[in-house]
């Protein structure tokens, strides 16, 4: 079985192409042998390196009570939704009109010193790798083009609403949601290349993919008593979903283009659903980045073949290529 795509018929050579392996079809040996990334990296982001295999505790039911709470009224609950941020509609604005140059678009964006303050620093981190260092919009411009541009822009933007920190779980996983939402959004846009997509939708899912994550840090955080901490891998697995669901459903206030909604309710079905090609693109690129973040800090094994029931089997090359890229891209 493959990761099917609505309206474009799959063609070889694609992420999309990758074996599509689970519940009760998979192969028992492969089976045992895929790592649970979202299990390991979920239980990582909330302090615990060693989960248990366990029912679920008093605690963590009421935290994923709380959690179905906010999934609930996610569409009604201003407190719950972030604000777009004001330069993002013109970011896509740009991609839809062929006449704006990126140095049309760097003059539009010079009205806020500040978001070209944090634009020249992300210019300079080393996934742009730029022989010079990158002093002022226009040399950025210069340097990575219309389509880097658009990409800076875009991350120096989300950043603050990733960053957002307040209590015990977001103090603790937030830099890392913030790692992973960039390596996130550099391995959609590497997959989506292969697929002969725009990068910059690709980029942009995998940069907003973690909103929901974040969001659900918040809603633990007011639930949160202190007395234990989440240690169930039952409990990990489900914040994952809890987070995916807000993610869809907050996103959806920010009229992004359909194409990345359905992207995003395709990460809600994953299990149950084809994909759509961008969607299949997020997929592969949450759980490559996951991966990588998860080996680059020792938490398992660097064996990309056994990354989840979903990738199991022969990746792409493009999956494989990716991965390899990613580990040249550090945290900005």
């Excluded at 993002?88 to 006449?99: A, G, N, T, Y």
């Excluded at 678009?105 to 020249?120: G, Q, S, T």
């Amino acid at each position: 079985m493959t990761l099917l795509r609505r309206r474009r018929p799959p063609h070889p050579d694609s992420v999309a192409g990758v074996p599509l392996e689970t519940g009760p079809t998979a192969r028992a040996d492969d089976a045992r042998s895929v790592v649970d990334v979202d299990g390991i990296y979920y239980g990582w982001l909330l302090g615990v390196r060693s989960p248990t295999d366990g029912a679920m505790s008093p605690l963590e039911r009421a935290l994923l009570d709380g959690l179905d709470q906010a999934a609930a009224t996610a569409r009604s609950d201003s407190t719950l939704v972030p604000r777009v941020p004001t330069v993002i509609p013109r970011v896509l604005k740009s991609l839809r009109d062929d006449q704006m140059s990126g140095a049309q678009l760097a003059r539009e964006i010079a009205r806020d010193p500040e978001l070209v303050a944090d634009i020249v620093r992300i210019a300079n981190s080393p996934y742009y790798r730029t022989a010079t260092a990158i002093r002022s919009l226009e040399h950025a411009v210069t340097v990575l083009g219309r389509d880097g541009l658009r990409q800076l822009i875009a991350a120096a933007a989300v950043k603050p609403i990733i960053s957002l920190q307040a209590g015990h779980f977001a103090r603790l996983a937030v830099p890392r949601v913030w790692a992973h939402s960039q390596l996130c959004a550099a391995a959609c846009a590497c997959l989506g290349r292969s697929e002969r997509l725009d990068p910059f939708e690709p980029y942009l899912a995998g940069l907003l993919h973690n909103v929901g994550v974040v969001v659900a840090l918040r809603v633990m955080d007011a639930c949160y008593d202190s007395s234990d901490a989440p240690r169930s891998a039952s409990f990990h697995r489900a914040f994952a979903d809890r987070a995916r669901l807000l993610s869809h459903r907050i996103l959806r206030y920010w009229e992004l283009p359909e194409t990345i909604m359905e992207a995003l309710d395709d990460q809600v079905a994953a299990r149950s659903s084809p994909m759509t090609q961008l969607g299949s693109v997020l997929f592969a690129g949450d759980q490559v980045s996951k991966m990588r973040m998860l080996v680059d800090n020792k938490l398992t094994e660097d064996r990309l073949d056994r990354l989840t029931c979903r990738l199991a089997g022969r990746l792409t090359d493009s999956c494989s290529r990716c991965y390899a890229e990613l580990a040249t891209v550090a945290g900005t």
